[in-house]
């Protein structure tokens, strides 16, 4: 297994440099992402297939810094783009359009024109959308077309999104309806895609979701690909579990097999893994500024909070936590809370090796979905983010300053 943090000489170090000196030298807080790790995760995944053409679509919006974006393309993935801005990111740091699958939810037809012209890949996830698809561009503009198969699946309510409730995707309960459309606009229907949610720990799940989708594809003669979505769970508590992704991949290889076979063409499988391939990578940086014992707990309140990391007040999410400053001696429980004026507990009732003003603690997990959620609430600075390659740190995005809080503001006379 990788392990990204590592204790050695008594010095908690990645990739062999400390840690503590990460947060002297960029000060704190600060993102660091281990590029190492991200590569792995990668080839991970790609090893986990075998006898399917299997191409991972990065979830750009777990981490979009585009030096993360520039080492996952030399790594041979393509992305999944959720926005107008991520694709124009992706094609940005030079990848190919039909590298990028674009998948939106609710936006305007204006955002989905913009992509076309891009020439990426639409994925279109309603029918009134998928009726203006077919009157602007007939057959001429290949589309896929996201299904929700109704599965519950996903670590938090927040997160499951491919169920009967959910906003996303068309009912498979309406494939008549999309058939109509297809055929009354001839639309040219190359893949089909799932998405069931994150934190997903079991196999059976995506073999549920690709049993919906081999059942769907029949029904379309020119496809070229299949995409599962993301939503692979990674350990965020010591002693979790992940996704047995050799599992996923074995498992989910000889359906496809089989399903290809039937169809009479060699399809391709897509993933877009977020977490899986970025989760881990990364910890968020803070600096303990103040010790405070209650008659109930002690607190150490760190320089960042909800406004850095929002996941665990919005998804209850669970961080590991490490006082990188101390690696041995005593251990006290400590409630690990943020510096915004909101209840933001980043970490509660943790035993941490014994906490100083000034010390330095690690919150782990916090690749995905961490700086990618960050805001400037209680207008404070969005931190650095510093990525570590081949043993060397760089940093990839500057911590902000006043001047951006001001940035877009307009003084008016009042
Ligand atoms: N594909 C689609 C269409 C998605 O909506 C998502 C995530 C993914 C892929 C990637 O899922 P992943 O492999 O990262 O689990 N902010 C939440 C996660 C929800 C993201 C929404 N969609 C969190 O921090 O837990």
């Given amino acids: 297994q990788f392990i990204v943090m590592k204790l050695i000489d008594q ?39 075998s006898g399917v053409n299997m191409k991972i679509k990065y979830a750009t919006k777990a981490l979009s810094n585009i030096n993360i974006l520039k080492l996952l393309k ?45 020439k990426v890949m639409i994925n279109l996830d309603n029918i009134p959308m998928l009726e203006h698809f077919g009157r602007v561009y007939g ?21 499951s999104v491919g169920h009967i409730d959910s906003k996303f995707g068309i009912s498979i309960l309406q494939l008549k309806h999309i058939l ?28 549920k979701g690709a049993e919906i989708l081999f059942d769907a594809a029949k029904e379309f003669k020119d496809l070229m690909f299949l995409d599962f979505g993301g939503g692979f769970k990674v350990a965020y508590k010591e002693g979790d579990i992940s996704t047995d992704i050799m599992d996923v991949g074995k498992k989910v290889s000889v359906a496809f097999q089989q399903f290809c076979k039937e169809y009479g063409k060699e399809l391709e499988l ?11 990578s990364g910890y968020l940086l803070a600096r303990a500024n103040v010790i405070k014992s209650t008659p109930a707990s002690t607190f150490v309140g760190v320089d960042s909070g909800l406004n850095h990391l929002i996941r665990p007040m919005m998804y209850d999410a669970y961080h590991g936590v490490f006082n990188v400053s ?89």
């Fill in 270 to 280: 897509w993933f877009e893994p977020g977490k899986f391939i970025v989760s881990e």
């Fill in 11 to 49: 010095t908690y170090q990645i990739q062999g440099i400390g840690v503590a000196d990460l947060a002297e030298k960029y000060g704190t807080p600060v993102y660091v992402y281990d590029g190492e790790k991200i590569v792995n995760q990668v080839k991970l995944l790609q090893d986990a297939f």
């Fill in 326 to 414: 101390k690696t041995g001696g005593e251990q006290h429980v400590y409630s690990v809370v943020g510096y915004i004026c909101e209840t933001d507990t980043i970490a509660a009732d943790r035993k941490l090796n014994t906490v100083e003003e000034g010390d330095i603690l690690a919150i782990k997990n916090a690749g995905a979905y961490g700086f990618s959620m960050a805001s400037n609430y209680n207008s404070r600075l969005r931190p650095p983010e510093v990525l570590i390659l081949g043993g060397k740190d760089y940093l990839i995005r500057e911590r902000e300053t006043f001047d951006d809080i001001l940035k877009h503001q307009i003084n008016i006379d009042i």
């Fill in 74 to 118: 030399k790594a041979g993935t393509g992305m999944d783009a959720v926005s107008i801005e991520e694709v124009k990111l992706g094609l940005h740091v030079g990848f190919d359009p039909n590298e990028i699958m674009y998948t939106p939810n609710c936006v305007s037809f204006d955002e989905i024109k913009e992509a076309v012209d891009m």
């Fill in 180 to 207: 109509k459309v297809v055929k009354e606009y001839d639309l040219n229907v190359i893949g089909l895609h799932v998405h069931t949610g994150s934190d997903i720990l079991e196999a059976e799940v995506f073999l």
């Fill in 139 to 159: 057959n001429s503009v290949p589309v896929c077309i996201r299904l929700n198969p109704h599965i519950m699946a996903g670590g938090n309510a927040k997160i």
